[in-house]
C-alpha cells in the first residue's frame, strides 16, 4: 500500500504501525500488535494532515509527494501544515 493509502486508513482507524517495503510500497498494521521492531509509528494527526495536504495539491505536485522518501514526506507535510497554518 501507499503513504496515502496508510494516511487514510490511520485517518479512518486510528494509530497504524508502518514499514517501507520495496519502491513506494508499505505494510501497515494496527498500532499495539505483534512485534513493533522496526515498525515506525504513524498517528491519526499526521495520517489526516498527509490526506488534507495531498487533496490540495495539484496533481502534477501530488506525484512528487508520495514519491519522496518516508522521512522528507512526513518533514515536507509538516513544513507545508505549519506555513499553512
Known amino acids: ?3 496515502i493509502e496508510v ?3 490511520t485517518q479512518a482507524e486510528g494509530a497504524q504501525l508502518i514499514r517501507h517495503r520495496e519502491g513506494n510500497q ?3 498494521k494496527p498500532w499495539g500488535t505483534g ?3 522496526h515498525w515506525t ?3 491519526a494527526f499526521t495520517g489526516s494532515a ?3 495536504i495531498h487533496r490540495a ?3 502534477e505536485n501530488q506525484e512528487r509527494y508520495i ?3 518516508l522521512g522528507k514526506f512526513i518533514d515536507v507535510t509538516w513544513k507545508i501544515a505549519n506555513r499553512n497554518g
Open 67 to 69: 514519491n519522496m522518501s
Open 50 to 52: 498527509i490526506v488534507q
Open 7 to 9: 494516511a487514510e486508513r
Open 41 to 43: 509509528m504513524m498517528d
Open 35 to 37: 512485534n513493533n521492531r
Open 57 to 59: 495539491l495539484k496533481p
Open 1 to 3: 500500500m501507499t503513504l
Open 26 to 28: 508499505y505494510d501497515c
